[in-house]
């Protein structure tokens, strides 16, 4: 899943550790979500969409084909 959760998060000037004390979860997290290691639970991907205040949709794209 691709995400622009880093742009995100650099036009706000939020570094990981920033961005996952408001998410309530650790740094290697958000930079597991960010590489596309981990794709976030339901609930989190809500959480993260209320952050930036976007619909999930703005922030997460489906790779499939």
């Known amino acids: 899943m ?13 570094s990981q550790a920033d961005l996952a004390e408001r998410l309530r979860v650790s740094r290697q997290s958000v930079n597991a979500i960010e590489t596309g290691k981990y794709d976030p639970s339901l609930p989190l991907a809500f959480r993260i969409a209320r952050v930036f205040g976007l619909a999930i949709e703005q922030i997460f794209e489906d790779d499939a084909p």
């Open 2 to 14: 691709n995400n622009r959760l880093k742009v995100l998060r650099a036009e706000r000037n939020w």
